[in-house]
């Protein structure tokens, strides 16, 4: 069973910078796939991120390309997202998340991943 632990959020002005990260326990972080989601007030969780296990891939969502890199460092079973140019509708609640390498599903397919941490809030202020 692995658990997963978010911290890093915060409040940030528009344009600004925060680095979540994600600490795992109860697995070796390098068989699992790992992805960031989050969830906006009101509206329902999306993915944002996604860290391949054999290759550490990242696959991001076309509204954060080119902002947010999502990283991995399995020495240290931990899983991070470099958030830069911050924008107000980024504010979310951001969940880190983790299913076992060999099942196979669309990255961003929110039902496939079994472990969640229990989210670190952003707050983007313009």
């Known amino acids: 069973q692995v658990q997963l632990v978010e911290s890093g959020g915060g409040l940030v002005q528009a344009g600004g910078s925060l680095r979540l990260s994600c600490a795992a326990s109860g697995g070796k972080l390098s068989y699992y796939v790992l992805a960031w989601f989050r969830q906006p007030p009101g509206k329902e969780r999306e993915f944002v991120a996604a860290s391949s296990a054999a290759r550490n891939i990242g696959y991001s969502a076309d509204s954060v390309k080119g902002r947010f890199t999502i990283s991995r460092d399995n020495a240290k079973n931990a899983l991070y997202l470099q958030m830069d140019a911050l924008r107000p509708e980024d504010t979310a609640v951001y969940f880190c998340?983790?299913?076992?390498?060999?099942?196979?599903?669309?990255?961003?397919?929110?039902?496939?991943?079994?472990?969640w941490g229990q989210g670190t809030q952003v707050t983007v202020s313009s």
């Open positions: 998340a983790a299913r076992p390498a060999a099942k196979s599903d669309y990255y961003y397919s929110r039902g496939s991943y079994d472990y």
